[in-house]
């Protein structure tokens, strides 16, 4: 029998530092009963290597059993799909989820996205989600932001797609790393209308 998910997302992990924000939201999903497209870039896997402890394995395959067995997954909840693999559900508007995110996303996935390039499954799938008018929410990481790169912020945020910088707030008074990671985690999953107890809402926690 299948499991019912609540709903499929698709999840880019792309070659910015920062691939701590993926894989805790990667994590935030499984937990929150969801499936997961996965891309994850060879740049990402460079950054994964460097930035963590996790050995990720190179092929799609081996991939998709990892992070399966990583974060305690259903054998279906993860799917992972690779650079040129054109026959996923998510190049195409008839199958790919109503919601992506692509994060970290690198200032050259940036500039792709924003062209249409579509050179890459990661491309072509954001292209799916602006051309059907569907969610997708970009997580850049750099510092600081050139004029190219604000440029391109400001014209796919005009066709509807929203830009998250990897930025955490200090208003939560942050005592660990991972308390700033789950606070930009928790500000995507609030764009995905997927409930969190990373972090309050404004207001949630205050004294009345």
Known sequence: MTHKYRETVTLAITGASGVQYGLR?????????CQVFVMIS????????????????GGSAEQMEYLISRFDARADQIRVFGKEQWMAPVASG???????????????TLSAIACGA?????????????KE?????????EAPYSEIH???????????????????????RPQTID??????????????????????????DSVS
């Not at 060879?42 to 394995?57: G, K, M, Y």
């Open 42 to 57: 060879r740049a990402a896997q460079v950054v994964i290597a460097t930035e963590t402890d996790e050995s990720l394995p």
């Open 133 to 141: 008018r569907r969610k997708l929410i970009l997580v850049p990481r």
């Open 25 to 33: 939201l990667l994590e935030c999903l499984i937990q929150a009963n």
């Open 179 to 204: 308390d700033m990671i789950d606070f930009v985690v928790a500000r995507i999953l609030n764009q995905l209308d997927i409930d969190q107890s990373l972090l309050p809402r404004w207001g949630e």
């Open 150 to 172: 604000l440029e391109h912020m400001l014209k796919l945020t005009r066709m509807g797609a929203v830009v998250i910088p990897a930025s955490p707030g200090f208003y939560n």
């Open 94 to 108: 008839s199958g790919a989820p109503s919601k992506m995110v692509v994060c970290p996303c690198s200032t050259s």
């Open 118 to 130: 579509s050179n890459t499954l990661i491309e072509r799938a954001a292209d799916v989600a602006l």
